[in-house]
């Protein structure tokens, strides 16, 4: 199974609160919802594509349950995006949630690493972390991240959660799609060579 983290970022490399102000307020942070001035059907159809991808998904607690209560209200059968989340398996690396209500949901902790190399290589397709900023870097510094799909605004905010803490070495990903839309976004996919 392939493991992809997919985010959206500033130009400055910031994934924190990309749709609301209240999204992530955490460490101070008062720039929240900056990717809403450039939100549009492109950016809209894109983020959708990616779950289209997905086999199931890793998330950290914080971004579990900003996804949760809004996917599972979505009950519409014609909504591609609701019906793929609300149906997939989904693994929840927590500490402190003990009953996930999200349909089809497990909790992972203890050696969090090493269960997600089992789940990798049990499952078939593509496991995906979507946000979920801690869990994102320590997916990539324990080199279990196997591709990236990253769209980039035209925003810069100057601080907040970054997806990489210091120069990142993605010279063993290649360039595996790229698209622009009306609005400035860069949508990129970066796969692990050889995968």
Do not use: C
């Not at 400055?12 to 749709?19: F, L």
């Not at 949901?105 to 979920?132: A, F, P």
């Not at 591709?147 to 980039?152: A, D, F, S, T």
Request: net charge negative; aromatic share 10%; hydrophobic share 35%.
């Amino acid at each position: 199974m392939k493991l992809t983290v997919n985010t959206f970022l500033t130009l400055d490399g910031v994934m924190q609160g990309p749709g609301s102000v209240d999204e992530d307020t955490s460490g101070g942070f008062t720039h929240g919802g900056w990717m809403i001035p450039h939100m549009d059907a492109e950016v809209a159809r894109i983020g959708g594509e990616w779950f289209g991808h997905g086999d199931a998904l890793l998330l950290g607690r914080n971004t579990y349950e900003m996804l949760w209560p809004f996917w599972e209200a979505d009950t519409d059968p014609f909504d591609f995006v609701a019906t793929h989340l609300n149906h997939m398996p989904k693994y929840l690396v927590s500490s402190t949630l003990e009953n996930p209500g999200w349909h089809n949901t497990r909790v992972i902790r203890g050696d969090v690493m090493h269960k997600v190399e089992e789940i990798k290589s049990h499952g078939m397709g593509e496991i995906q972390v979507h946000g979920s900023y801690q869990l994102a870097r320590s997916l990539y510094e324990a080199g279990l991240v196997d591709g990236y799909r990253l769209m980039v605004l035209p925003v810069t905010v100057g601080e907040g959660k970054r997806l990489f803490s210091s120069p990142a070495d993605l010279g063993g990903y290649t360039l595996t799609q790229k698209e622009t839309t009306e609005s400035g976004a860069l949508a990129v996919t970066l796969m692990r060579k050889g995968t």
